[in-house]
């Protein structure tokens, strides 16, 4: 898992100064505006919303369009549209199991654009349930590591209902029952520990080893995938050890 890990890191730092940054900027607003109608506008209250604003601010996205997703989302200010959750199942080249969850207002055009998107880069859809059984939903913290070891980070959180603290390089991913991800954040904020991102997410039980060559067109695939507008997260089980990703940097 630590090889997907690494991925996930090396991707999450490239995203801060990505070409794609408009349309990352409006992922991380919709994410705010969902929140708010689904939980109230109070982030006090409402920790989804508390964590979909931290996101957003740490991906540097401007205070007033936070704000105004807040308010379109609660109510407060009118023009929200009607978000929906659907989750896309498929597979990857070398038999890479896909989750593509959307967050949409036209269910049509979301299910075109992710066929699209995955006929065209070796991908295949498969039927509702025959992937997603392989992974389970977490609730997932990822910090910067900023001179802190394993056992700081476990010590803070391990009593919050911390399942693992897996290392990433130069960040730490703390994995929990989504139930636990409040308790987890609010342990790590009352230790002084600063974190990147707060979520649920969903994390393979298996995961399928790649060379390069695999590698490069999985990630190419998921990158078409992540470049749709309707496209809000895609989950895979790739396992990218350090030698292969050390390729990729070539």
Same mark, same amino acid.
């Given at each position: ?9 090396? *991707? ?8 794609? /940054? ?5 992922? +991380?607003?919709?994410?705010? @505006?969902?929140?708010?109608? =689904?939980g109230g506008g %109070?982030? =006090? ?5 508390? %964590?979909?604003?931290? *996101? ?13 997703? /807040?308010?379109?989302?609660?109510? @407060? ?7 929906? =959750? ?16 959307? +967050? ?8 075109? !654009? ?47 209902? &911390? ?9 730490f991913e703390i994995?929990? !029952?989504? =139930? ?30 790649? %060379?390069?060559? &695999?590698?490069?067109?999985? +990630? ?5 995938? @992540? ?15 350090? @030698?292969? +990703? ?5």
């Amino acid at each position: 898992m630590s090889g997907h890990s690494k991925w996930a890191t090396t *991707k999450h730092k490239k995203a801060a100064i990505d070409a794609k /940054r408009g349309k990352l900027f409006a992922k +991380l607003v919709k994410n705010v @505006e969902v929140a708010a109608r =689904t939980g109230g506008g %109070d982030p =006090t209250g409402n920790p989804t919303l508390y %964590d979909a604003i931290q *996101k957003a601010k740490k991906a540097s996205v401007p205070n007033d369009n936070i704000e105004r997703a /807040r308010k379109r989302g609660s109510g @407060e200010e009118a023009g929200g549209a009607d978000w929906q =959750t659907i989750m896309y199942e498929g597979y990857g080249p070398n038999g890479v199991a896909l989750l593509i969850e959307c +967050l949409t207002d036209n269910r049509n055009r979301a299910a075109g !654009e992710v066929r699209t998107a995955m006929s065209r880069n070796g991908g295949n859809m498969a039927d509702a349930g025959s992937v997603a059984y392989m992974f389970s939903r977490k609730g997932v913290v990822v910090l910067e590591k900023h001179g802190l070891s394993e056992d700081d980070i476990l010590l803070a959180v391990l009593e919050a209902g &911390a399942e693992e603290v897996n290392d990433l390089g130069e960040s730490f991913e703390i994995v929990s !029952e989504p =139930t636990d991800l409040v308790a987890v954040r609010t342990a790590l904020v009352e230790a002084g520990i600063d974190y990147d991102s707060a979520e649920p997410s969903f994390q393979p039980s298996m995961s399928v080893a790649v %060379d390069a060559d &695999a590698a490069r067109k999985v +990630l190419r695939l998921i990158d078409a995938l @992540e470049d749709c507008d309707d496209v809000q997260n895609v989950y895979s089980n790739i396992d990218i050890s350090d @030698e292969v +990703l050390a390729q990729l940097d070539e």
